[in-house]
């Protein structure tokens, strides 16, 4: 029987690396393995859970790679074709720098798996391996997806929630958002059938401490098609489910979808705010967002007993010093459950990467900084060693102990979930800080003193950084 390994690399630096406190699994390489016909012998390695057998015999080897597992994602693959063993490469950085994978892998898949794996692996078998897979701007139908092997997950160390699907693509195109260009720009959705199917066929994870029946759904926008979500909702409400999603703030604007999601399980949503400046949001193209409404979004949202995890990011073109205690004074107010903070980060194929290249304000294309953990472009209002530290002291407050309690105490959503949350992202924010910045951009960002030519480290690829970067 052929054998195939699939490979997760991780991150060098990030936050959700390879010593974050929740480890999840790889959804992705999961899907890739659900297409793999049965003749093939499939294993999927993660790094962040087990150490890669850099000497394990293989007739295929496939790796999944986003920005910042880049430069880990070619360091495997040389090694395996440096064995003689075919190596293909995919995942949202692969789909947007394909030239770039070219130099380290044998084929590349751009976009998704859907009807692309099981063509390349049929060309595989007869000896005509393409260069490139890709559906041509075209996107693939959500029709008859195979189930997942969750059973192979089960030993291993990852948090215990299933993911699933029911719509891909988003029709915002935000500039520093990578979904439109790789998903498109409407929402596509699963047969409802099919996806409530899918859902009541998971079975939980077993454990005395285990959440039971947790299932992520990793659509950017669950609510996207309101009558589609409702009719979601409606089938799934009887499961017993414990989910969680991520919305817009647009899901406030209607009532009884918020009663649906609340009598179908729903425990938490992940609210893109991005940031409390309007100025920041038009630049972004997300101008649906209204920072006035914060406060009310949030309350309708804690009165269906549902926690938010709000994302907010620093670096926008407009942000100056009163960002940082501006966000933190609204976290805090709102008591939010947890909020994922970040810093602004120009990722290839996004319109804000275009941008910036043009603008000659790239300060690195080292992929391993582009983990939305560290300054890699040079701020317009703001120092980039000024951008760091308050984005470090903004996340070091709202982690500490004092300020879980008081946001967290008399919370109506599910605390057996946000208090050890909280204490497993303050783990890693205590780590991320010993890692701050590293001397080459250090020495990037004194030379960006000199906004004329601010010069370029050298790229993951081991080619001088270019000032842009195809989409």
Same mark, same amino acid.
């Given at each position: 029987?052929?054998?195939?390994?699939?490979?997760?690399?991780?991150?060098?630096?990030?936050?959700?690396?390879?010593?974050?406190?929740?480890?999840?699994?790889?959804?992705?390489?999961?899907?890739?393995?659900?297409?793999?016909?049965?003749?093939?012998?499939?294993?999927?390695?993660?790094?962040?859970?087990?150490?890669?057998?850099?000497?394990?015999?293989?007739?295929?080897?496939?790796?999944?790679?986003?920005?910042?597992?880049?430069?880990?994602?070619?360091?495997?693959?040389?090694?395996?074709?440096?064995?003689?063993?075919?190596?293909?490469?995919?995942?949202?950085?692969? #789909?947007?720098?394909?030239?770039?994978?070219?130099?380290?892998?044998?084929?590349?898949?751009?976009?998704?798996?859907?009807?692309?794996?099981?063509?390349?692996?049929?060309?595989?078998?007869?000896?005509?391996?393409?260069?490139?897979?890709?559906?041509?701007?075209?996107?693939?139908?959500?029709?008859?997806?195979?189930?997942?092997?969750?059973?192979?997950?089960? #030993?291993?160390?990852?948090?215990?929630?299933?993911?699933?699907?029911?719509?891909?693509?988003?029709?915002?195109?935000?500039?520093?958002?990578?979904?439109?260009?790789?998903?498109?720009?409407?929402?596509?959705?699963?047969?409802?059938?099919?996806?409530?199917?899918?859902?009541?066929?998971?079975?939980?994870?077993?454990?005395?401490?285990?959440?039971?029946?947790?299932?992520?759904?990793?659509?950017?926008?669950?609510?996207?098609?309101?009558?589609?979500?409702?009719?979601?909702?409606?089938?799934?409400?009887?499961?017993?489910?414990?989910?969680?999603?991520?919305?817009?703030?647009?899901?406030?604007?209607?009532?009884?979808?918020?009663?649906?999601?609340?009598?179908?399980?729903?425990?938490?949503?992940?609210?893109?705010?991005?940031?409390?400046?309007?100025?920041?949001?038009?630049?972004?193209?997300?101008?649906?967002?209204?920072?006035?409404?914060?406060?009310?979004?949030?309350?309708?949202?804690?009165?269906?007993?549902?926690?938010?995890?709000?994302?907010?990011?620093?670096?926008?073109?407009?942000?100056?010093?009163?960002?940082?205690?501006?966000?933190?004074?609204?976290?805090?107010?709102?008591?939010?459950?947890?909020?994922?903070?970040?810093?602004?980060?120009?990722?290839?194929?996004?319109?804000?990467?275009?941008?910036?290249?043009?603008?000659?304000?790239?300060?690195?294309?080292?992929?391993?900084?582009?983990?939305?953990?560290?300054?890699?472009?040079?701020?317009?209002?703001?120092?980039?060693?000024?951008?760091?530290?308050?984005?470090?002291?903004?996340?070091?407050?709202?982690?500490?102990?004092?300020?879980?309690?008081?946001?967290?105490?008399?919370?109506?959503?599910?605390?057996?979930?946000?208090?050890?949350?909280?204490?497993?992202?303050?783990?890693?924010?205590?780590?991320?800080?010993?890692?701050?910045?590293?001397?080459?951009?250090?020495?990037?960002?004194?030379?960006?003193?000199?906004?004329?030519?601010?010069?370029?480290?050298?790229?993951?690829?081991?080619?001088?950084?270019?000032?842009?970067?195809?989409?």
């Amino acid at each position: 029987m052929k054998k195939l390994v699939l490979v997760a690399p991780t991150a060098a630096r990030s936050l959700m690396g390879r010593n974050f406190f929740y480890r999840l699994p790889p959804f992705g390489l999961m899907k890739v393995a659900a297409l793999t016909p049965p003749d093939w012998q499939t294993t999927i390695a993660d790094e962040k859970v087990e150490p890669l057998d850099l000497g394990q015999e293989a007739d295929l080897v496939g790796i999944t790679a986003m920005t910042p597992t880049a430069k880990r994602a070619y360091e495997i693959a040389d090694h395996f074709r440096r064995r003689g063993i075919k190596v293909v490469m995919g995942g949202m950085h692969v #789909s947007k720098l394909p030239e770039e994978a070219l130099q380290h892998c044998d084929s590349v898949v751009i976009g998704e798996a859907e009807v692309l794996w099981p063509r390349l692996l049929t060309d595989l078998a007869g000896g005509s391996l393409q260069r490139i897979y890709t559906h041509h701007d075209q996107f693939p139908e959500l029709t008859h997806l195979p189930p997942l092997d969750w059973e192979s997950m089960r #030993s291993k160390n990852y948090l215990s929630l299933h993911f699933a699907e029911t719509t891909r693509g988003c029709p915002h195109d935000c500039e520093f958002c990578s979904v439109t260009s790789a998903f498109g720009g409407k929402f596509r959705n699963r047969p409802l059938e099919e996806a409530a199917a899918e859902v009541a066929a998971l079975r939980s994870f077993e454990g005395l401490l285990t959440l039971k029946r947790c299932v992520f759904f990793v659509d950017d926008n669950i609510v996207g098609n309101r009558a589609y979500a409702k009719e979601f909702f409606s089938r799934i409400a009887g499961l017993n489910l414990n989910w969680f999603g991520q919305a817009s703030v647009n899901i406030v604007r209607d009532p009884e979808i918020l009663r649906l999601a609340q009598q179908s399980g729903c425990r938490a949503l992940f609210i893109g705010f991005e940031t409390l400046s309007d100025e920041c949001l038009a630049g972004a193209g997300k101008n649906f967002n209204r920072p006035k409404d914060y406060l009310e979004v949030v309350k309708k949202i804690h009165d269906h007993g549902i926690g938010i995890d709000g994302s907010f990011v620093f670096g926008f073109d407009e942000d100056t010093e009163a960002a940082f205690d501006r966000t933190l004074e609204f976290v805090m107010r709102a008591k939010l459950e947890i909020a994922y903070f970040s810093l602004l980060t120009p990722y290839p194929g996004t319109r804000l990467h275009q941008r910036l290249a043009a603008e000659n304000r790239l300060l690195t294309e080292d992929w391993d900084y582009y983990d939305a953990n560290h300054v890699v472009f040079r701020p317009k209002l703001l120092t980039p060693e000024r951008l760091l530290e308050g984005y470090h002291s903004v996340m070091k407050e709202f982690y500490s102990v004092s300020s879980i309690f008081r946001r967290l105490w008399g919370t109506t959503a599910w605390k057996n979930l946000f208090y050890p949350m909280n204490f497993g992202f303050r783990q890693g924010v205590r780590g991320l800080a010993k890692d701050a910045q590293s001397t080459e951009l250090l020495n990037a960002w004194r030379a960006a003193s000199d906004p004329a030519n601010p010069p370029l480290p050298r790229s993951a690829a081991g080619q001088p950084a270019r000032g842009g970067v195809d989409a």
